[in-house]
């Protein structure tokens, strides 16, 4: 097979070769969560890993999230580098305590002593209802943490190649996987490696409106990029990809550029990761601003379980085509 | 406040120099008014005591605004009767809705967003719609009831008052003076009929003499052209009355005497034009010292009131920056306005020889509505004239 | 649990001295706090130093510690120096923190103590992971975890014990109870005040023993890390009691003079001096050279706070992430 040779691979699979990179690179990786050995991982994202590298170095755990992640934080303080799967980023608040308190606190509040090099990875997203207590998007809440980098893979690419340099970061590492995407399939070059994990990157670029989404909603941005297109709106769309600490420039650059902006998240509206960009662009881009920056979000309610209902509450392309058509006016 | 030019709707009372029951005579300086174009002292026109001042220091108030109350007499009367109170303030216009980059391009372009249609969202003006009314490329479809009507007066109703902000800071104020002289240049443009004439002048004569006359004169004595310039079309416009007043309500209104605007750039960008009162009448020591005090004044921002309004004609000498030639734009109302470009040394045919010798070009901007093609011929052979003869300047 | 065997007279000037040290140390933050040289939260060990004392004994340099917010004893006992924890109490940049812990976070990397942890169980997971790290790696170490019987309560506890049995990793838990949780007695809170059986019912060898006993205490403790070293955690429940209130904020109206004074009876300190002159291992002149000794290295800690520096506060966003290079 060439450098070069193109494979057709899955979201999951992609993920899953990052962490057996990890594994087969590094001793002192591990993998440590609920159900990510015998299982395979509740989205089969660890499937055959057990197999491969053993109990030890993937670990299943009790369902005791507070115990496994502040292991996790101990362990990297002890001079290993642990991935911790949290099945859920609604389970990830029983572990709370430990990423706030600890993870992202320890190196401060010992005047810099202590590095914390510890990746959490944790599904996140809404679309299989699955309802209220396994479908939300509580970035925004954990992007408020100083001390954290919080990364949204929403590519094959990103999926691949943002873990390698998330395990060199001697700071935590949160990474969210969408629900939705580990089933999503595309080619990626058999030798496809590490991705930064500072930068936003501009997915598709155009002149009248930019349009700002991250994990699960990258591809509603671009679907209603090519609507737009249609009607002759040329959306540029960003991909946050990073989510702590914010790549201000990329988006800025682009306002300057469009002079619009719509922020698709699938975070509740109110306090979210949608109200901090759009008050980075207030504070940093308001005289480039030719129209108020536009939110798509999702509808303030627990997600409900039937399938209409959860369609409503989360973003839509249609409506990011209408706020996009409504600012940029006829177009 | 007072109107300090034809193109200001409304101004920023900067500071007081009066205060309750002091008493003034006409001339005094009472106030110092920002028009947005330059800081600009306010002469009080008749003798009394102040009785009440009606508006604070730092707010912006419509040209016409009743600045202060004064009562007639010493400050030893008691006054008989409460003041007129001031007109009723107009109530705050209801702010435009323009986008923030819509209101910075409009400003950078001297756009005014009230004769703007938007297309945005609820109507709001973009940049898109600035840009293309900079361009002149969209007419609304039917005027915006507070625009200005077309053409006409040398006064136009003033556009709704904006919401009072205090003075700018200076880049803001650089800002501003662009869009008022766009605004004011763009309505010279569309209102008046200009036509252009030039005639280049030999200097040899007027250099010769000013060179012999500085022989005489101490350093900061000394005269330069650009003295015998103004001098000559000063004369020239009191022997021209037509290109010499302004055009007011449809009408040439002839003024009394010739105060030359003398077009002056400032550092930051811009320019003024205030007036050397009856130039025409001066000596040129007279003209010299007049120019010098203006040129500092007017970029120090400190020129009184009547020099900016007073003006009957313009000149404009761009001859410093080594230009030849320059057409200029008439400042509305006046109906006219001279312009010198450099004394170059050219080619020049006298009695069948040809010839080395210092050159002027003059040129002619006019008011079609008030002179023609005639009368600006003349008034430029009249400059030539008072240059070949320049111990009568 | 008592110590019957014959006690050294170095070692057991050695144990009191350590004793003292946290004593002395203490009873000058008293001063300093009513001074208000040293501000915000401080939790006094006052009464408890014979459990971080003697617990700490057992362990090897290379040993972790992960403690509470009532850590002042267990950083000075470890070898954090007595003046990097006043100038940290200072807030100052010479403090083992920079200044950016305070009493209740010491933390110091050269004797291997992973802090003051100021949420209530926090610290157990935290020494779940240095223990796994050991383990993974095949380093035969200890990590003490001290922690209060408040902690008892809170899923994390139970979360920690499970795993830490689960997994056999090499983690000392020293229950320093007190028989508060703050102003709250135990009999008000736990439903099974016995807090070993907790840990014994999690499969992991775990007793009680005389926390105001210094020499019964170390000898739990050697026991005790002995079977960790051996691969299996171990629980001590070390009962003890703090004369002291909960912090400098407590008026202390939840527990009887009576029931302070019937403590301070078995005060840790004339405990421990009573014997060692009962089997005339000490004299009067060895105490007071002991004391001296002690006010030294306290005066001397003192002037260190005193003439510490302040950080800059343009550093201040520093050390949100990590500056140096990792290990």
Sequence with gaps: MSASAMVTVSYREAMRAAIREALLGDERVFLMGEDVGAYGGCFGVSKGLLEEFGPERIRDTPLSESAFVGAGIGAAMGGMRPIVEVMTVNFCLLALDQIMNNAATITHMSGGQFAIPLVIRMTTGAGRQVAAQHSHSLEGWLAHIPGLRLL?????ADARGMLALSLEDPNPVLIFEHGSLYNMEGELPADA?????????????????????YGGTLSTAMQAADELAGAGIEAEVIDLRVLRPLDDSTVIESLARTHRAVIIDEGWRSGSLAAEVSARIMEQAFYELDAPVARVCSAEVPMPYAQHLEQAALPQASTVVAEARRMVGGG | MP????????????????????????????????????EIEVEIFEDGVIDELLVPEGTRVPVGTALATVRAGTEDEVPSARPVPAAPQPPEAHRLRASPIARRVAQQLGVD??????SGAAGAITKADVEHAAAGAVTPVAPAPAAPAPAASGAPAPPPAPPATPAGEPGDRALAMRQAIGALMARSKREIPHYYLQTQIDMSRALAWLAEENLNRPIAERLLPSALLLSAAARAAAATPALNGFWVDEAFRPAEGVHLGVAISLRGGGLVAPALHDADRSSLDELMSGLRDLVTRARAGRLRGSEMSDPTITVTNLGEQGVELVHGVIYPPQVALVGFGAVLERPWALEGMIGARPIVTATLAADHRASDGHAGSRFLTLIDRQLQKPEEL | MSAE??????????????MLRVRRFEEKCVELYSAAKIRGFMHLYIGEEAVAVGAIEALEPDDAVVATYREHGHALVRGVSAGAIMAEMYGKLEGCSRGRGGSMHLFDAATRFYGGNAIVGGGLPLALGLALADKLQGRERVTACFFGDGAVAEGEFHESMNLAALWRLPVLFCCENNLYAMGTAIERYESETELALKAASYEMPAWSVDGMDVIAVEDAARRATAEVRGGMPCFLELRTYRFRAHSMYDPDLYRSKEEIEHYKQHDP?????????????????????????VAEEIEVAIAFAEAGTLEPVEDLERFVYWEGTTA
Excluded at chain 2, 22 to 29: E, L, T, W
Excluded at chain 2, 113 to 118: E, I, N, S
């Design chain 2, 3 to 38: 109107s300090l030019g034809a193109d200001m709707t409304s101004g920023t009372l900067l500071e007081w120099r009066v205060k309750p029951g002091d008493a003034v005579k006409r001339g005094d300086i009472v106030a110092v008014v920002d028009t947005s174009k330059a």
């Design chain 2, 113 to 118: 967003l009230a004769a703007v249609t938007g």
């Design chain 1, 152 to 156: 949204a893979p929403a590519t094959l």
């Design chain 1, 193 to 213: 490696g590490a991705v930064d994990i500072e930068r936003a990157a501009v997915r598709r670029t155009g002149e009248h409106v930019t349009l700002i989404a």
């Design chain 3, 5 to 18: 065997q014959p006690l050294e007279r170095d070692h057991g000037l050695h144990l009191l001295s350590q």
């Design chain 3, 269 to 293: 300190i004339p405990g421990l001096t009573g014997r060692l002159e009962a089997a005339g291992l000490v004299t009067a002149e060895d105490i007071e050279e002991i004391e001296r000794s």
